[in-house]
């Protein structure tokens, strides 16, 4: 499996607030990002798998609404978070 708990603990000691706050917004945000990235790359080796596609198009939504709730929220937070994986050019 491509997401091991490991992992998990990784990304949220490295953009949430620690490795036990696995609700922070930038937490949750940086693990649908690793999710997408996986799933896109599934995408390229597999054109028409929908399903995927489909789970694919939920987590850049489930993304885009945790992104637009950390803007109204902390603008300064959600442009350190933005910076630090890249989303914007």
Known sequence: MYLTKEKKEEIFAQYGKSVKDTGSTEGQI??????IQNLTELMKQHKKDQVSERALVGLVGKRRKMLDYLKE??????RAIVKQLGLRK
């Open 30 to 35: 940086a693990l649908f990002t690793y999710r």
């Open 73 to 78: 929220k902390d603008i300064e937070r959600y």
